[in-house]
C-alpha cells in the first residue's frame, strides 16, 4: 500500500512539472467547451428533451467531457507501447513492483493532478457562464468521485489492454488508431450515448466504454438515482475487474513473447 | 522563390516516398485517420438523428458545410499540421541549426516533414461531399463548381495562416503549444457546424477575426443559394480569397516578429 502511494506521488508530480503545459490544456479544453456548448444548445430551439437530457443536463454533459478529458485520459497515452518498442519494458518485469499494479497506482497519481488542475478550472469556467444543473445531495456527489474512480480505473486498463498490442505488431499505431476510435464513439465522449439511435446504444452499452465517460456524467446529472447508480457503478467495477484480468493475462502471453535485444 | 518552389515539391515528393515505404503502415494509418476524422460527422448524424434542423440548416446543408471545411483542413494538415512539432524543434535546438541556414525558417520547418496520412481526412471530406451533393438539389454553374474548388483551396490556406500563427506562442512559451489546439483543432470543429449556433461573441472572435467563417460557411451559402440566417451583406460570400491573403501575410508577419523576438536557451 505504501509502495502504491509512492507510486502514485511520481505519477502526480511528473504531470505537475509543466504547469505552462497545464495553462494551455486548459485554455484549449474551455474554448471546445463553448463550441460544443453551443452546438448542443442549438438541439434545444426545436425540443425539449433530447435523448433524456434537458438544455441544463447537456450543457453540464459538455463542461464535465471538457473536465474529464485529461482525468480519464482515454487518447494519447502511449506510455507502455513505447517502453516495450524500446525493449524498456524488460527493466519493468525485472522489478521487485508488478507492472500492471505500478501503471495503475502512477495513473492514479496522474489522474489526481490532471483533476485538480485541468478538470476542476474548465468546468468552474462553464459554471460560471451557462446554467449547468447541480447535484443537490451530497450522496450524489459521493456517488459521483467514486465513478470518476472507477472510470479512471477501467480507462486504464483499457489502454494498457491496446498499449500490450505492441508486443506482437511492431507498429502500434494501427491498434491504437482503432482503440480510438472505439472508445471516442461509444464511451459518449463526442457526443452523448443516449442521443444514439436505439442500435447503436446497445451496442454502446455491450462495451466497456460508457463506464469510463457516460456513466459518471449519468451520475451527476441525475439520470441514474438511488439503485440504478448502484448498479451503473456495480457495471463499472465489473468492467474494471474483467479488464484487469485481461490485462494480467495479455501481459503473461505478452512476456512469454516478448525478445528484447540486449546489448 | 522559384527555386524555393522547387526545393519544396522535392521536399513533399520525398516525404510521400518515405512514406509509402511502409505500405501496410501507410495504408493503416491513411484509414485510420478516415474513420477518426469520419467520427465527427457521425457525430453530425447522431445530432439530426434527434432534430431535424440545426439552426436554420438541414442533414444535408450541414453535411456539405462540413465537407469543405473537412476537405481544407486535411490539405491545410497535410502543409503545415507537422508545426506541431515546432515546440520540439525550439526544445532540443535543432530549431537554431535551422537559423544558420540560407532559407526562410519557416520553408524548413514546413519543409521537414509532410502529413501524408491526411488523406484520409480528404477522403472522408470528399466521401461526405458527395453524400451532401447527391442529397441536395444544388442548381451547379460553372460559378458553383469554381466556389467550391476555391473556397476549399482558400480554407486550406485560411487554416495554414491560423496555425503559423498561433504556433508562435512556443517562441515565447515553449509548453504552451496545445494553447495553438484551440485555434487550429478549434477552428476546424467550429466550421463543420453553420455559425448562427455560436453566441455573438464567440461568432465575432472566433468566426471573423479568427476568419474561420471564411472557410465554410459563406461558400456555403452561396454554393446553395442560400439566405444568411445572420443577415449578413452579400458580397462576403465572395471575399475568401481576400481573407485567405490577408490571413496568410499577417501570419507571415507575425512568424517574423516572432523569430526576431526568439532567444534560445543555449547551450
Known amino acids: 500500500m505504501r509502495l502504491d502511494w509512492e507510486l502514485a506521488r511520481r505519477g502526480y508530480r511528473r504531470y505537475a512539472a509543466y504547469p505552462a503545459a497545464t495553462i494551455a490544456g486548459i485554455f484549449t479544453n474551455t474554448v471546445f467547451g463553448f463550441l460544443r456548448g453551443y452546438v448542443l444548445l442549438a438541439l434545444y430551439e426545436h425540443r425539449d428533451i433530447v435523448g433524456g437530457y434537458d438544455a441544463g443536463d447537456a450543457v453540464t454533459y459538455v463542461w464535465l467531457t471538457q473536465g474529464l478529458i485529461s482525468i480519464v485520459y482515454i487518447w494519447g497515452w502511449q506510455d507502455l507501447a513505447v517502453r516495450i518498442k524500446s525493449g524498456d519494458v524488460a527493466t519493468d518485469l525485472v522489478r521487485p513492483v508488478d507492472p500492471l499494479r505500478a501503471g495503475l497506482a502512477f495513473d492514479f497519481g496522474r489522474a489526481l493532478y490532471h483533476a485538480l488542475f485541468r478538470g476542476v478550472p474548465p468546468f468552474v469556467v462553464g459554471a460560471l457562464l451557462f446554467d449547468l444543473t447541480f447535484p443537490a445531495n451530497p450522496a450524489v456527489w459521493l456517488a459521483f468521485a467514486l465513478s470518476v474512480a472507477l472510470a479512471i480505473g477501467v480507462s486504464f486498463a483499457w489502454r494498457f489492454l491496446y498499449n500490450s498490442a505492441a508486443f506482437w505488431v511492431l507498429d502500434y499505431r494501427g491498434p491504437a488508431v482503432m482503440a480510438m476510435i472505439v472508445a471516442n464513439l461509444f464511451s459518449g465522449f463526442i457526443i452523448p450515448v443516449g442521443f444514439f439511435p436505439d442500435w447503436l446504444k446497445t451496442i454502446a452499452y455491450a462495451t466497456p466504454f460508457p463506464a469510463m465517460v457516460q456513466t459518471p456524467i449519468d451520475v451527476f446529472v441525475g439520470k441514474l438515482e438511488g439503485v440504478d447508480a448502484v448498479f451503473a457503478l456495480a457495471v463499472q467495477l465489473a468492467w474494471l475487474v474483467g479488464l484487469l484480468v485481461a490485462c494480467r493475462l495479455v501481459l503473461a502471453a505478452g512476456t512469454r513473447r516478448l525478445v528484447v535485444q540486449g546489448g | ?267
Open chain 2, 1 to 267: 522563390m522559384a527555386d524555393s518552389a522547387r526545393v519544396y515539391l522535392r521536399l513533399v515528393s520525398a516525404a510521400i516516398r518515405s512514406q509509402l515505404q511502409y505500405r501496410t503502415s501507410f495504408a493503416l494509418d491513411v484509414v485510420g485517420m478516415f474513420f477518426v476524422t469520419f467520427l465527427d460527422f457521425v457525430a453530425v448524424l447522431v445530432i439530426f438523428h434527434n432534430v431535424p434542423r440545426l439552426g436554420e440548416f438541414t442533414v444535408a446543408e450541414v453535411a456539405f458545410l462540413y465537407a469543405l471545411s473537412s476537405m481544407a483542413f486535411a490539405l491545410a494538415e497535410f502543409g503545415v499540421g507537422h508545426l506541431d512539432a515546432l515546440s520540439e524543434y525550439v526544445r532540443t535546438g535543432s530549431f537554431d541549426v535551422m537559423l544558420a541556414r540560407p532559407r526562410g525558417t519557416l520553408f524548413q520547418v514546413l519543409g521537414a516533414d509532410f502529413r501524408v496520412r491526411r488523406l484520409g481526412q480528404l477522403l472522408q471530406g470528399a466521401a461526405v461531399f458527395v453524400y451532401a451533393v447527391s442529397a441536395l438539389d444544388v442548381p451547379w454553374n460553372a460559378a458553383r463548381v469554381g466556389m467550391v474548388v476555391l473556397s476549399v483551396l482558400c480554407g486550406a490556406v485560411i487554416f495554414s495562416a491560423i496555425w503559423v500563427f498561433v504556433i508562435c506562442i512556443v517562441f515565447w512559451a515553449v509548453e504552451g503549444r496545445e494553447a495553438s489546439s484551440a485555434f487550429t483543432y478549434g477552428g476546424q470543429f467550429m466550421t463543420q457546424f453553420p455559425i448562427d449556433v455560436y453566441s455573438r461573441w464567440l461568432r465575432r472572435f472566433l468566426a471573423y477575426l479568427v476568419p474561420t467563417a471564411f472557410v465554410a460557411y459563406f461558400p456555403t451559402l452561396y454554393v446553395l443559394d442560400k439566405e444568411d440566417p445572420l443577415g449578413l451583406p452579400s458580397f462576403l460570400r465572395f471575399s475568401s480569397p481576400l481573407v485567405a491573403v490577408f490571413a496568410a501575410i499577417v501570419a507571415g508577419g507575425m512568424w517574423r516578429f516572432a523569430v526576431r523576438h526568439y532567444r534560445s536557451a543555449g547551450g
